[in-house]
């Protein structure tokens, strides 16, 4: 089958950053450690006890600057390291007072005036990720190669905010594995859905501005504006970059 992941992304705070691992531990039922753990509630927002819906966030797809951001958590400090172009790189504890003030501080030359303002940083004691399940993201190197292809542009990977990154497939054959299980490295998953693409994924992330129109090219191209699968984990275990993938037996 030839299949290996290719690379390992997490991202601490919800659209603001994001870091490559070499390795992670995943747990059955989880998603990658510390990867959304926080998020960045607005002042509009109307936030329930645990998992909220995005809308409640400050996101890329409403504020393309936030998509410059790099991160580097410190698992075993608590601290985390956001960088951007425009900005002094920032080293704080998200989960203190002081820390909170500090990065909403950092942030706010970034954001729109015109827009919901961020407010303060939350936690649900489980990943804010998309899905109301704790998902990870399964990406395709060759879907990315092929849609670049078709712009003419290369999109690099950083504008999809995935957590695993597969090469060896066929473009597309992700799709393929709805309902089946993975097996990378120790570490299995079962992909459950497909992942439906919002206007981060038309940011340069290197710059924080809207280079090309991915959602256009993805209806034009092929009749959806998917990309990627979530996954859950059913069998905990390390995987590492570099990593045999396949269907699991």
């Known amino acids: 089958m030839g299949w290996r992941l290719a690379h390992i992304f997490r991202h601490p705070i919800k659209a603001h950053g994001r870091e490559e691992l070499p390795s992670v531990t995943l747990t059955e039922g989880r998603c990658l450690p510390f990867d959304r753990h926080w998020a960045v509630a607005h002042e509009a927002a109307t936030l329930m006890p645990g998992w909220n819906a995005c809308m409640n966030f400050t996101r890329g797809a409403k504020t393309p600057t936030l998509q410059a951001i790099n991160a580097q958590f410190d698992d075993g400090t608590g601290q985390l390291t956001l960088t951007h172009p425009a900005l002094a790189p920032l080293t704080f504890a998200p989960d203190t007072a002081e820390g909170q003030a500090e990065f909403l501080a950092w942030v706010a030359p970034l954001m729109d005036g015109g827009r919901a303002q961020p407010k303060r940083l939350v936690s649900a004691g489980r990943g804010m990720t998309d899905t109301d399940f704790e998902s990870v993201s399964i990406l395709n190197m060759a879907s990315n190669r092929a849609l670049g292809q078709r712009i003419g ?10 957590n695993l990154w597969l090469d060896g497939l066929a473009p597309w054959e992700e799709f393929d594995l709805i309902g089946r299980e993975v097996q990378i490295g120790a570490v299995r998953l079962k992909v459950m859905e497909r992942i439906g ?3 981060a994924t038309m940011v340069d992330c290197a710059s924080g501005k809207i280079d090309v129109n991915t959602l256009d090219a993805l209806e034009d191209g092929y009749g959806h ?3 990627g699968v979530y996954a859950i984990v059913t069998q905990s275990g390390a995987a590492h970059a570099g990593d045999p ?3 699991a037996a």
């Open 245 to 247: 993938a396949e269907i």
């Open 153 to 162: 542009h290369d999109l690099g990977l950083d504008r999809w905010r995935g």
């Open 225 to 227: 504006t998917d990309f």
């Open 197 to 199: 693409r919002c206007r």
